[in-house]
Nanobody
Framework: QVQLVESGGGVVQPGSSLKLTCAAS????MGWFRQPPGKEREFVGA????????YLPDSVKGRFTLSRDNTKNTVHLEMNNLKPEDTAVYYC???????????????WGQGTQVTVSS
């Protein structure tokens, strides 16, 4: 059974950076979602299986970057200039299709909390 395990969440001050890591037990297109308190889950970014392309929504473009290390089956979400509105549970997701991933990924991690507060 494929597993996705997130790590790297925590409490940081506004303007800080944080790097989340997702370790997968297989090779997939991978991405991240987040769910702020009291709100719907939203797409944060995706990266192709080879890592040659990334997709990020305008809400995080320029502050968040995605990368992956296929030797370790890990994907990283690097978040810079964090704002209080970035506070959310961040979920890793995976799918064999990069097209499906932003809307209906097949696999989910358990989530990791990111809190941005002064």
């Amino acid at each position: 059974q494929v597993q996705l395990v997130e790590s790297g969440g925590g409490v940081v001050q506004p303007g800080s950076s944080l790097k989340l890591t997702c370790a997968a037990s297989g090779r997939y297109a991978m991405g991240w979602f987040r769910q702020p308190p009291g709100k719907e889950r939203e797409f944060v970014g995706a990266i192709t299986l080879t890592g040659d392309k990334t997709y990020l929504p305008d809400s995080v473009k320029g502050r968040f970057t995605l990368s992956r290390d296929n030797t370790k089956n890990t994907v990283h979400l690097e978040m810079n200039n964090l704002k209080p509105e970035d506070t959310a549970v961040y979920y890793c997701a995976a799918d064999r299709s990069i097209v499906k991933l932003p809307t209906a990924p097949a696999l989910w991690g358990q989530g990791t909390q990111v809190t941005v507060s002064s």
